[in-house]
């Protein structure tokens, strides 16, 4: 695993950016690890921290059949050597699942709950700290994680105009907000909502830091909602590969780029402005059976 100190800030060169008189830089935490997503691993950070000084024999954790979290749960574990469990939302799938099959080779035992029980996962959380075992919610969204996503900020080799990162919980960008913020740094941060109604992300950032305002929640790039897909938005991900050598998923950090492209063409940023991008990684996402069905019609 990379140590993140070493914070590779690099220049995307696609003409339509130039064309703007726009400096655009990413962020390439998804070179962190292959599976431990850049900001799962920053969240994981922490949580493992105070895992250690609780004592508990192992970490539960929550998520879907194609959670990234869950994915890099896994292998931050088998890397610590700590045990863990992985609550999976729903029947387990009857077809190959990458993600699972992936989590069983580091160790993780899985748990299958209907998607009735999930709802009430509290519920769960308590059974299994009452038998001795350290709870990281869903999407390692807690205090713990927003800690471990300041440290974006810190790294920063540079300043910018703006900050954009795709939002799932909103947890890595309430740590990038707090971060500026703590820095008293003139960069205004947009998150990119890959869900639908993605205005619930205001309220997580405020949860966090009540007086937060540098910020804006773009609520118009989820493309029909959590992994759902547009040919448009498939085809930008294989133009933007090919352009600039940076693979990215199409259930987050596509969305993030495409919005990018999309308000620079609509002339939202000065000439001369820089932005920077946060790759949070993700490639997981591109590599299940139907994601990829759906981005060999697109690209065909
Ligand atoms: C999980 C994930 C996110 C969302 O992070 P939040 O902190 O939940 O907003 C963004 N990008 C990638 C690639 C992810 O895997």
Request: aromatic share 10%; proline share 3%.
């Amino acid at each position: 695993m990379l140590s993140t100190n070493v914070s590779i800030e690099q220049k995307i060169n696609l003409p339509e950016f130039e064309a703007a008189g726009l400096d655009v830089f990413v962020k390439r935490d998804d070179m962190i690890h292959p599976f431990i997503s850049g900001n799962k691993w920053r969240k994981l950070k922490y949580n493992h921290l105070s895992f250690l000084k609780s004592c508990c024999k192992g970490i539960v954790t929550f998520g879907g059949a194609f959670s990234n979290h869950i994915v890099a749960t896994a292998a931050f574990c088998a890397e610590k050597q700590v045990e863990c469990i992985g609550i999976i939302r729903g029947e387990k799938p009857s077809g190959i699942n990458h993600v699972l099959i992936l989590a069983q080779l580091w160790g993780m035992k899985l748990e299958f709950v209907t998607r009735e029980s999930y709802k009430s996962k509290e519920l769960l959380a308590e059974r299994w700290k009452k038998e001795g075992y350290f709870i990281v919610p869903e999407g390692g969204e807690n205090e713990d994680g927003v800690k471990g996503c300041e440290e974006i900020i810190t790294e920063l080799t540079h300043t910018y105009n703006h900050i954009f990162c795709a939002s799932g919980t909103g947890c890595t960008f309430a740590g990038i907000v707090s971060g500026i913020a703590a820095q008293n740094l003139d960069t205004h941060c947009h998150s990119i909502p890959v869900l639908k109604q993605g205005e619930f992300i205001t309220n997580t950032v405020l949860g966090y830091f009540p007086k937060a305002k540098n910020f804006t929640v773009h609520t118009d790039y989820h493309f029909g909602g959590y992994a759902k897909t547009t040919p448009e938005l498939l085809q930008f991900l294989k133009y933007f590969a090919s352009q600039t050598g940076i693979l990215t998923d199409p259930v987050y950090t596509a969305k993030l780029f495409y919005s990018i492209a999309d308000l620079i063409k609509k002339g939202v940023f000065k000439k001369g402005e820089t932005i920077l991008a946060m790759h949070t990684g993700g490639l997981a996402g591109l590599l299940s059976e139907k994601m990829l069905n759906d981005v060999q019609k697109s690209i065909a």
